[in-house]
């Protein structure tokens, strides 16, 4: 079946990395992405990996793929009060394009 | 700003009554996608659109529907409306219909049913 877990709640100070974890069960998928939504708006797209890479970065943002354990994370260093929303990890890909989504991961940053 | 737009961005209606919803894909993009994003479900894929037909369907009900018109512009008809239909729905539009294409969301409508 197609289900995409997160922690529901992460908690840093400012200064720390913080790590969003992920886990997916559809191997099919093809690409993995973040997006990131901050109250009461839409989602934006953080980044991604595709399916056959282990580790991607992006400035302040790592993503690591483990395919075996299908497991996705996202390590943003140097965390800020501006990094603070909810970020969802979503497989895609597979014989669609539709996204399935993670339930999202609170992320605060305290000062 | 992810070019994608969406109207109206919030939308207050009774139980019973039909609402539409539009989104305007980003320049270029061919397909059109609708999430719904709600408290107990979280987000869900609902329907894809690839230049005017039909591409894939997800967890639409049947009271909904959906079309892309030959300006790709796309319109997602909620009607027979109920309190848990109350949610946030998301256009998200790429450029292909591929399954590595990547989706930019539009900024949602917020329906509120009561």
Redesign the interface.
Known sequence: GEDVEQSLFLSVREGDSSVINCTYTDSSSTYLYWYKQEPGAGLQLLTYIFSNMDMKQDQRLTVLLNKKDKHLSLRIADTQTGDSAIYFCAEGGGATNKLIFGTGTLLAVQP | D?GVTQTPKHLITATGQRVTLRCSPRSGDL?V?W?QQSLDQ????LI?YYNGEE??K?NILERFSAQQFPDLHSELNLSSLELGDSALY?C?S?GG????????????TRLTVL
């Open positions: 992810s397909s996608y999430y979280g987000l869900q894929f894809q591409r894939a997800g998301f998200a790429s219909a591929g399954g590595t294409d990547t989706q930019y969301f539009g900024p949602g």
